[in-house]
């Protein structure tokens, strides 16, 4: 399987910031486009933001102009520094790697963000 290393979470105040961090193997992060997702109890999994090996970047409209998703083509390492973090930021975020012939999902192993006072 592909392993995505994710690190970078913890807790914060309201209006506090994060970077999180994931490294995948140069096969995958040179072709693929990569992505946070995020997950609370209960509910879907949900793109937070996503990025091409080109630098083409999309965000979810609930993170835009907060997040923004960066790469480190030396590192292979991609990146979500979050800023101005608010409770309803509060997830576990995942790492991803969408292959899409044949289609599969590769996750990183979770890592919790906390947003409160």
């Known amino acids: 399987q592909v392993q995505l290393v994710e690190s970078g979470g913890g807790s914060v105040q309201p209006g506090g910031s994060l970077r999180l961090s994931c490294a995948a193997p140069r096969s995958i992060f040179s072709i693929y486009t990569m992505g946070w997702y995020r997950q609370t109890p209960g509910k879907q999994r949900d793109l937070v933001a996503r990025i091409t090996t080109g630098g083409s970047t999309n965000y979810a409209d609930s993170v835009k102009g907060r997040f923004t998703i960066s790469r480190d083509n030396a590192k292979n390492t991609i990146y979500l520094q979050m800023n101005n973090l608010k409770p309803e930021d509060t997830a576990v975020y995942y790492c991803?790697?969408?292959?899409?012939?044949?289609?599969?999902?590769?996750w990183g192993q979770g890592t919790q963000v906390t947003v409160s006072s």
């Open positions: 991803n790697v969408q292959k899409p012939l044949p289609p599969v999902n590769y």
